[in-house]
């Protein structure tokens, strides 16, 4: 097997999308929610369930993937 398909196979593992972690911060209503990204930023997205103001979210794709653990928080510069 040559070291190109591992490497292929390796990466066909890793998600397509970007799971991102967020606050929602307004309720739009009809599944529709604004959302506070922790790196900063704001998107618009939507979700099949229902969510308060200031429930921590998992996004992807511009949809909510279910509730965030509300965990600290910690940043490494390298």
Known sequence: MALGNIFKRFIDLLPKQPRMIGTVI?????GEYTVQLNGGGTLRVTARES????NRVYVVDQRIDGLAKNLPTVTIDV
């Open 26 to 30: 307004v309720v739009h209503g009809g």
């Open 51 to 54: 969510y308060n103001i200031n």
